[in-house]
């Protein structure tokens, strides 16, 4: 079993059939963690006590038998831009100070309920303000594939440590393509969903007019998986949409046929001509 591709999916599945333990899994992407950061700066700060004993917890719960959650003993990783209680988000700044959070975001809080576990927060543009992975406060994130390059932002950090393999999959938020251009830059997938269908509740505001929340993943499956599980109302968020949470899973089965895409190409033309050509490839698809 190789930790450093699996999926969330089956990773969680692997460890209800117990062929491996939510320690063990937890244990190996802390340590992976260490590398990372020191090579490409994807770190904020790290939970690892918070983190084993939970997957302790998680364990003991395996050999008795109990009913677990889709996401039981997943190690993942977040964005700095989260409320969790008796943390204080650093949002990729120096001056946030103020007294720990008293809960968890709800995004955080929905994941957590599933059976994930928090290991790390994880590099972020300063306040969210940025497509590089730059920051002159707690320094520039590096791209994994070279780190001469940028991993794009503002959710650098969820991009990176999903790229190397340290989880497989994070959340973080997009702007103006703060999910979609780190993920482009390193190589992995995410999804920007429709503003409201997930609650902002306890995340980093920066444009709360345009503001998503979304997962950056390896495989879409774990896309479809995490984004089910985050979206929804929330009496927390009142702009959270209403609309029911269908089963994104099931979805990604359903052929494309029919379905209606806009390109704008002046954007095209504006591109290096090999995006234009992978673009161009993918519409025809």
């Known amino acids: 079993m190789d930790l450093k591709t699996i999926s969330a999916i089956d990773l969680a599945e692997a460890i209800r059939s117990k062929k491996i333990s939510s320690t063990e899994a937890v244990s190996s992407a802390l340590e992976r963690l260490k590398g ?78 599933a059976g994930s576990i928090q290991i790390a927060a994880l590099h972020m543009t300063e306040f969210a303000f940025g497509p590089t992975g730059h920051n002159y406060v707690i320094g520039h994130a590096r791209n994994p594939y070279d780190p001469t390059r940028i991993p794009g932002g503002s959710s650098s950090g969820s991009a990176i440590c999903v790229a190397t393999g340290v989880v497989p999959a994070a959340l973080g938020s997009d702007t103006a393509g703060s999910l979609r251009l780190p993920a482009a830059a390193c190589n992995v997938t995410s999804l920007k969903g429709t503003w409201t269908r997930v609650t902002r509740a306890g995340a980093m505001p920066l444009s709360p007019s345009l503001d998503c929340i979304g997962p950056i993943a390896r495989d879409v499956r774990d896309l479809a998986l995490l984004f089910g599980l985050i979206a929804g109302h929330d009496p927390r968020d009142g702009f959270s949409s209403r609309r029911p949470v269908p089963d994104y899973l099931s979805l990604i089965e359903q052929p494309i046929d029919g379905i209606r895409i806009g390109v704008d190409e002046r954007l095209i033309g504006e591109a290096h001509p090999e995006v234009q050509q992978r673009l161009e490839t993918s519409l025809k698809i």
């Open 36 to 113: 990372v950061h020191e090579a490409f700066n994807a770190v904020v700060s790290t939970d690892a006590e918070e983190a084993l004993a939970a997957a302790k917890e998680v364990d003991a719960a395996v050999a008795a038998g109990q009913q677990l959650g889709p996401l039981a003993g997943v190690p993942l990783a977040h964005k700095d831009m989260f409320d969790r209680a008796g943390k204080i988000p650093s949002w990729g700044a120096r001056i946030r100070r103020e007294k720990p959070c008293t809960e968890d975001a709800t995004p955080i809080a929905r994941l957590k309920a």
